[in-house]
RNA sequence: GCCCUCGUAGCUCAGGGGAUAGAGCACCGGUUUCCUAAACCGGGUGUCGCAGGUUCGAAUCCUGCCGAGGGCGCCA
């Protein structure tokens, strides 16, 4: 419930007294604020279908409303809209029933569901470039969102594991050191002891293979006919190539959680396409059996096309014609299992857009395979790619990808630099420099990522991450340092917020208002997935709450109510920032 | 060829069928005996790619065209 939710009700029940449908009651925050604070449009929409004039409707609209307390003034402008402005007396109660209430006055949900948020999705041996960040951001964020609203929510970073990649590095390996155990298949760790514990190779050395394989693979049918083998015979648990492939996997999870740990992006579950392995044999015989997959050149598919599709419709690929599985396959298999063991409701697919068709196509084989039901929502929820200048996909000057952990580097060292011109920082000790260094270098990342619209593919600017004025992340934390730091000393003083009273000054009117508007943000934001509809709210938040605070001197007002007062709204105006700055993934220091 | 996404200020991007399309950056000027100047105040920018259509009303919905990016069974 919010004030325009209030609002919305209030309106709606009077287009209903008029005969009308309600939803034509649905009021908006005006667009011209000089004018009023909220509007209703709904006149002008039910015109036509009342037959009447749409200042007529108004008019007789308005004439059902009696709810003095909180409206102050109502008027009909233009062709028919209703402006709509509330009471000082009913927003500093709004704001004090925030003030009151641990969660700031957003309801959880009445019905939770179980949300499985697949984001990150890192393949194996490779290191995390700038390309990994906006899943593991925006994932991150979606996952906080719906965990804050009360939903079960679990996030998973589905590690790309268990196809061919792995295949072709355990070639690449075969032919580069060849006399290790793990390609003897007469070894027999029964008769020659355990493969060695210590991995034949490290971060570096994988991420160096990769390419070149891959390359190989490319000019040289054998050599890919060699990968394809090797990954039937992983997936077939070959026992030199698992023990190979656990030390491919613990190298390079332990590089991913440094690097997504210094983003603050955290995974409930670090399940794999691995994860499910033991499921796809029995899962693709059964759907054999069922009739919903069938052979098809010696590979099995299932068909996925509808009569409704405007195009051609591929099949999902589930079995290569040599047996081996793709990553369709387990993709199928881990729905299975999160419907099987974690009771999922809901999947969010935190995926680049560019796999838009092979989800469409998962998603349905999931449903004719019978392995979801109807009570479960699929849902890709697809971003952009970040591009260079050029409109290509983003590479150092020298050419190659830039490392995520260096990107941590520089904006945090950039964030160092910052703070270290500062004149105040000079008392600070140097654990508390690192980590506000890092807090605000974090912060500028992801906020510049997130306040772009996930679905745009935006153009990577390292100044512009490495930039800490305007509207950046660094600016929301300033805001509410600033607000810290004011209660330290109130309560250093010995003042403490008070009585939320009626607002006197346009600045803190404004910010009341804007505060106000939290659950239907939080709610609009689930709705379409959307962290940038949380940074754009939470950077209004800040500059209302700077104007406010430029204009009014909390610490030297005199009225003791009214400063009071004062405390309590930013008090409120400070647990909504640490809110919506933790919903989108990063910390505020304490001082920066 | 077919399908998807996108095209908004010099640059990077917001924008929920509504009134006068907004931010940040950049540029110019101002504000500090006062709670952190990573701030605040002021200054001007637009054929919302083009053309139709729906609507009382379109940047927003529909169609076509132009341009960019992406995708289209044995990669992920």
């Not at 049918?221 to 077939?236: G, H, I």
């Not at 026992?239 to 992006?265: C, I, M, N, T």
């Not at 100044?463 to 929301?476: M, V």
């Not at 689930?526 to 938040?541: D, G, S, T």
Request: proline fraction near 5%; include cysteine.
């Amino acid at each position: 419930m919010s004030l325009r939710s209030e609002l919305t009700a209030l309106f709606s029940a009077a287009f209903a007294e008029e005969g009308l449908d309600p939803s034509f009651g649905d009021v908006a925050v005006s667009q011209r604020p000089e004018l009023a604070d909220f509007q209703c449009n709904g006149a002008l929409a039910a015109s036509k279908e009342a037959q009447r004039s749409p200042r007529d409707l108004a008019l007789a609209v308005v004439g059902h409303i009696d709810a003095p307390g909180v409206i102050r003034e109502l008027s009909i402008a233009g062709p028919g809209f209703i402006n709509i402005s509330v009471t000082n007396g009913a927003l500093a109660s709004w704001v004090g029933a925030m003030k009151d209430d641990t969660r700031l006055g957003v309801e959880a949900a009445a019905m939770p569901k179980t949300v499985i948020v697949d984001y990150g999705g890192p393949n194996m041996s490779k290191a995390l470039h700038v390309g990994h960040l906006r899943a593991a951001v925006i994932g991150e964020s979606i996952k906080r969102l719906f965990r804050f609203l009360g939903h079960r929510t679990i996030g998973d970073i589905h590690i790309g594991d268990w196809g061919m990649p792995v295949g072709q590095l355990i070639v690449e390996l075969e032919d580069r050191q060849p006399g290790l155990p793990y390609f003897d298949p007469e070894y027999d760790e029964a008769v020659d002891g355990p493969y060695p514990a210590e991995s034949p190779v490290d971060l570096d050395d994988l991420s160096e293979m990769y390419p070149a394989i891959t390359a190989r693979v490319q000019e040289d049918p054998e050599v890919a006919e060699r990968a394809r083998r090797a990954t039937f015979e992983l997936q077939n648990g070959r026992p030199g190539y698992l023990a190979l492939w656990r030390h491919f996997h613990d190298v390079s999870v332990a590089e991913q959680k440094k690097d997504f740990g210094a983003l603050d992006v955290e995974f409930d579950v670090w399940f794999g396409e691995s994860t499910v392995n033991e499921r796809l044999e029995p899962m693709v015989k059964r759907l054999l059996a069922d009739g919903v997959a069938r052979e098809s050149d010696g590979a099995v598919i299932v068909d996925v096309a509808e009569p409704s599709d405007k195009k051609e419709f591929p099949p999902l690929l589930l079995t290569r014609s040599d047996g081996s599985y793709l990553y369709s396959t387990t993709d199928l298999a881990t729905i299975e299992m999160r419907v099987d063991d974690l009771d999922m409701d809901v999947a969010l697919y935190v995926v680049d857009a560019r796999q838009s068709l092979h989800f469409e196509q998962v998603f349905r084989a999931a449903r004719r395979g019978g392995i979801v039901g109807d009570d479960v929502h699929l849902e890709h929820v697809a971003f952009g790619t970040v591009n260079d200048a050029h409109g290509k996909p983003f590479r150092t000057r020298e050419g190659g990808v830039l490392r995520l952990g260096d990107l941590i580097d520089l904006v945090t060292s950039a964030a160092r630099s910052r703070l270290e011109e500062a004149n105040i920082a000079s008392d600070y000790d140097g654990a508390e420099r690192d980590r506000i260094a890092r807090q605000v270098g974090v912060a500028a990342l992801k906020f510049g990522d997130l306040s772009n619209h996930r679905t745009t593919d935006y153009v990577f600017d390292i100044d512009r991450f490495a930039s800490f004025e305007g509207k950046t992340g660094p600016y929301l934390q300033y805001s509410a340092v600033r607000i810290k730091s004011i209660l330290r000393r109130a309560f250093d003083e010995g003042l403490e917020p008070g009585a939320v009273l009626a607002p006197t000054v346009d600045q803190e009117r404004a910010l009341m208002l804007q505060l106000v508007r939290l659950p239907e943000i939080l709610d609009r934001a689930a709705k379409l997935r959307a962290p940038n509809v949380i940074a754009e709210f939470a950077y209004e938040v800040a500059t209302d709450f700077s104007r406010f605070y430029e204009h009014c001197h909390i610490l030297n007002e005199e009225d003791v109510a009214r400063q009071a007062s004062w405390l309590a709204l930013v008090a409120t105006t400070l647990d909504t920032l640490l809110l919506l700055v933790d919903l989108l993934g990063f910390e505020v220091p304490d001082r920066m």
